[in-house]
Nanobody, 123 residues
Framework: QVQLVESGGGSVQAGGSLRLSCAAS????????VGWFRQAPGKEREFVAR????????WYTDAVKGRFTISRDNDKNTVSLQMNSLKPEDTAVYYC????????????????WGQGTQVTVSS
């Protein structure tokens, strides 16, 4: 498994932007997909976005389409999540995760997880 470390969380007002980064401890060619999940207090962890190893395919949950953009820099072993037009309902702890599966969207399909970074959006 690869170690993942998130950064970039913080507090913003509604309509603002944040950029999250997920750094991997090493390059592993077995990782096929890197995803972002979030978990709000009292709620289950939910899928936000994912990107495949080549960065050619991305997928977003409907709630963030058009506002969030996932991207990756394989030279730096990082995956980023640009979050624009943030809403209070985006408030959560955001986690990045990696999997060797070719297709994955559920938390139990990802084997490596970061420690999470808090995002708070105030109205």
């Amino acid at each position: 498994q690869v170690q993942l470390v998130e950064s970039g969380g913080g507090s913003v007002q509604a309509g603002g932007s944040l950029r999250l980064s997920c750094a991997a401890s090493r390059r592993t060619f077995s990782v096929k997909i890197v995803g972002w999940f979030r978990q709000a207090p009292g709620k289950e962890r939910e899928f936000v976005a994912r990107i495949n190893v080549n960065g050619e395919h991305t997928w977003y949950t409907d709630a963030v389409k058009g506002r969030f953009t996932i991207s990756r820099d394989n030279d730096k072993n990082t995956v980023s999540l640009q979050m624009n037009s943030l809403k209070p309902e985006d408030t959560a702890v955001y986690y990045c995760a990696a999997t060797t599966r070719p297709y994955a969207s559920y938390p139990n399909e990802f084997g490596s997880w970061g420690q999470g970074t808090q995002v708070t959006v105030s109205s």
